[in-house]
């Protein structure tokens, strides 16, 4: 089976630094990717892991523990703008992703 | 660049109608596309893999009679979704890659109702 696991829901003030955590089990790894979305749109990629370590990309970064099936997104400097869902998501074989059930992150003043 | 399209944005149909779902890669081909379903405050599920020209791959518990894909060209893939019932109601989002090695550029998505 495939299964993902992240925390459902996020709160932090403007300005703060957010650490959403992602777990994996799958049955193919490629690579752990990364994606926003707002209520009623669709997802945008934030950032792709496909190697062990950190990958930084403006205030937000990504880092990827295969080894312990781990990952997470930190989001730095957080703006109103940031709230939104976060979701990880597995990239297995034949290009498919596997997303993670989201984390809500609300960004309060 | 690699900007994806899907027609119609919203969509209310009668329940027991069939509804057709467009997607397009406007710049780029696309060898493969993703169709995925979101229902409110839910992840997005893989419903199936679409290669141009040749037949959809269906993810488990996606019925493919129901679900019927198209993938006629490089840039345009189809969705339609035959008898419609109001638990069909859901967001519909597809997503393009140029190859298989290549990331997936999602669509906007489509809103779909079921009255």
């Known amino acids: 089976g495939q299964s993902l696991e992240q925390p459902s829901e996020v709160t932090a003030v403007e300005g703060a630094i957010v650490q959403i955590n992602c777990t994996y089990q799958t049955s193919g790894f490629y690579g752990l990717s990364w994606y926003q979305q707002h209520d009623g749109g669709a997802p945008t990629f934030l950032s792709y892991?496909?190697?062990?370590g950190l990958e930084e990309t403006g205030r937000f970064s990504s880092f990827l523990s295969r080894s312990d099936s781990y990952g997470y997104l930190l989001l730095q400097e957080l703006q109103m703008k940031d709230s939104a869902s976060y979701f990880c998501a597995v990239l297995g074989g034949y290009n498919k992703l596997i997303f993670g059930a989201g984390t809500r992150l609300a960004v309060h003043p | 660049g690699a900007v994806v399209s899907q027609h119609p944005s919203r969509v209310i149909c009668k329940s027991g109608t069939s509804v057709k779902i467009e997607c397009r890669s406007l710049d780029f081909q696309a060898t493969t596309m993703f169709w995925y379903r979101q229902f409110p405050k839910q992840s997005l599920m893989l419903m199936a893999t679409s290669n141009e020209g040749s037949k959809a791959t269906y993810e488990q518990g996606v019925e493919k009679d129901k679900f019927l894909i198209n993938h006629a060209s490089l840039t345009l893939s189809t969705l339609t979704v035959t008898s419609a019932h109001p638990e069909d109601s859901s967001f519909y989002i597809c997503s393009a890659s140029p190859t298989l090695q290549d990331e997936q550029y999602f669509g906007p998505g489509t809103r779909l109702t079921v009255t």
């Open positions: 892991n496909g190697l062990d």
